[in-house]
């Protein structure tokens, strides 16, 4: 499975953005789509999660302003965001994980929330 990320970019806090996360390969076999952040000098964390049957999870710090959605159709994830903090700022990762136990990450897209 490879996995395209992106939509990220400088933003004004309260600003919003939308990111992407395009699967392309062994789509079939997928689950469970996620977004995942790192921020500078901090260790990644989960952010959203969302099964193939559409039940999603969130972090603490980002319920009630981000919506993590998927189009089995398009093989796609994508994370709105909200309502966004400088303290959001960070590299944003998508990962995916099969039926069969493996787990797939894209590359980052960077997310800046700075005025």
């Known amino acids: 499975v490879q996995l395209q990320a992106s939509g990220g970019g400088l933003v004004q806090p309260g600003g919003s953005l939308r990111l992407s996360c395009a699967a392309s390969?062994?789509?079939?076999?997928?689950?469970?789509m996620g977004w995942y952040r790192q921020a500078p000098g901090k260790q990644r964390e989960l952010v959203a999660t969302?099964?193939?049957?559409?039940?999603?999870k969130y972090a603490d710090s980002v319920k009630g302003r981000f919506t993590i959605s998927r189009d089995n159709a398009k093989n796609t994830a994508y994370l709105e965001m909200s309502s966004l903090k400088p303290e959001d700022t960070a590299v944003y990762y998508c990962k995916v994980a099969s039926w069969y136990g493996y787990e797939y990450w894209g590359q980052g897209t960077q997310v800046t929330v700075s005025s």
């Open positions: 969302i099964t193939l049957g559409g039940s999603t």
């Open positions: 390969g062994s789509t079939s076999s997928i689950n469970v």
